[in-house]
């Protein structure tokens, strides 16, 4: 099940980004007393008493027409849609004003679930200035303080209670689950409706957990059942912030989440852009699978060198990816597409891979022999033995004398050896180093 998300927002100046630093436990959002600081959303992840959920910071929203005024609207906007949960943060040290009433009706649109909770309240005596803020309409405010940590928890404890609740009766199938991410305006769309019109048999469009998505079931000729996670709306036309690059980040996140293979597709024409990687990064540090598809491969002149000139880039920019296979293809010809489905189905199965200790030990053997472990200040790197402790991603734990002694550039060797002996296309490999007692 996708994380669920907290939106904070508020007029410029209460405190949302001391909140949102508190909540994630990180400095994320710059925290400076002048309105305005925090023009765009910023998106973290948080967790509470087990719950993990992702935390939006907005800008604050003004009914004044100043410079970035309209701009910081859209993007609370855009929060409040993708929010579960709708923290609206006031400030006692004013009281509520015009601004707050302003936000409150846009809150009332929304449907969502919104806890009131009341900023700067710093000592005991201020808890009496909270009554005024019921007449915006939610309900019991929550007092807290953002400098000082106070009230948070019961603030925590009530957003926990509203998250949408996991189904459970959800059965689980040996369904290969698979998503498009990317930039807006790679092709996404174009992709999905021509994956849809190349598929034969059609199973089902089925509500997803992520707002105004439809995941879509299809099987193919051997009888393999795909789903197709559809980033929220992707399909959906005319959507008003589609174009608005960081929307897509947490769209993309939470299409990650529920995926079991990531699609990143790339535009041919623009070639590799900086989001391109901060989007692909999420899948690779999520351990998903990954295939890097090249839309709009049609598009370009070539000549003898285009295709390998290309595929030199990507794997110059996205060195992290280097097991990701690289696919070129048009949603406008359907050029290969006919291979997605038969690399989601290899990756899918190589996901899901179990080694024997045994063979895996010959194999760290015959690399220790091959490549002698380090040494640092006169110790050696000792390795007892590695076994495979878990699937989807892969993950293997290798027990030695010293963790300290393990450098990166040699676990990056095993890794390799491992690649090499078994494959592992299209998936990420964990490797934990513990020390054997």
């Not at 002048?34 to 910023?42: E, K, S």
């Not at 994956?195 to 099987?219: H, N, Y």
């Not at 699978?289 to 060198?305: A, F, H, M, P, Y």
């Not at 050029?335 to 690399?343: D, F, G, V, Y």
């Amino acid at each position: 099940m996708t994380n669920p998300v907290i939106a904070i927002v508020g007029r410029p100046n209460v405190g949302k980004s001391t909140i949102f630093n508190r909540i994630v436990g990180e400095r994320i959002s710059i925290v400076e007393d002048v309105a305005g600081v925090t023009r765009d959303r910023i998106y973290s992840d948080g967790e509470w008493l087990g719950h993990k959920f992702h935390v939006i910071d907005t800008g604050g929203i003004d009914v004044t027409d100043e410079p970035f005024m309209s701009n910081i609207k859209m993007q609370a906007e855009i929060a409040m849609e993708e929010a579960d949960v709708i923290i609206f943060l006031t400030s006692v040290r004013e009281g509520v004003t015009t601004t707050d009433e302003h936000i409150a009706k846009l809150l009332y649109r929304t449907k969502k679930p919104v806890l009131l909770a009341v900023n700067k309240v710093d000592n005991p005596e201020m808890r009496s200035d909270i009554f005024d803020f019921y007449a915006l309409g939610f309900g019991e405010p929550f007092p807290i303080s953002g400098s000082h940590g106070l009230g948070l928890g019961d603030l925590l404890d009530e957003a926990v209670k509203v998250f949408p609740k996991e189904d459970e009766n959800a059965k689980e199938e040996d369904i290969i689950r698979f998503s498009f991410i990317g930039r807006p305006n790679v092709g996404k769309s174009s992709l999905v409706n021509a994956m849809l019109g190349e598929e034969r048999v059609i199973v089902s469009d089925i509500a997803g957990t992520t707002r105004d998505a439809i995941d879509t079931e299809f099987v193919d000729q051997e009888g393999n059942i795909y789903q197709m996670i559809d980033t929220a709306g992707i399909r959906k036309k005319g959507r008003v912030f589609e174009s608005t690059e960081k929307y897509s980040v947490l769209r993309a996140m939470r299409a990650i989440e529920r995926s079991d293979i990531v699609c990143v597709v790339l535009n041919a024409e623009e070639g590799i852009q900086e989001q391109d990687k901060k989007i692909a990064g999420y899948a690779h540090e999520a351990g998903k699978g990954v295939i890097i598809l090249v839309n709009k491969w049609d598009t370009l002149e070539k000549d003898n060198s285009t295709f390998k000139d290309f595929e030199e880039d990507i794997r110059a920019e996205f060195q992290y990816l280097a097991y990701a296979p690289i696919l070129f293809v048009s949603a406008k010809t359907k050029q290969r597409l006919n291979k997605i489905p038969e690399l989601l189905k290899e990756i899918h199965e190589v996901r899901s891979k179990r080694i024997s200790s045994s063979i895996l030990n010959d194999v760290l053997m015959d690399a220790i022999a091959m490549n002698p472990t380090p040494t640092d200040k006169g110790q050696r790197l000792k390795i007892y033995y590695m076994t495979q402790v878990a699937i989807q991603p892969p993950t293997f734990v290798v027990f030695v004398n010293d963790v300290e002694l393990m450098h990166f550039s040699y676990q990056r060797f095993l890794e390799n050896r491992i690649r090499a002996s078994f494959g592992f296309m299209g998936t990420p490999i964990h490797m934990i180093i513990r020390k054997r007692k």
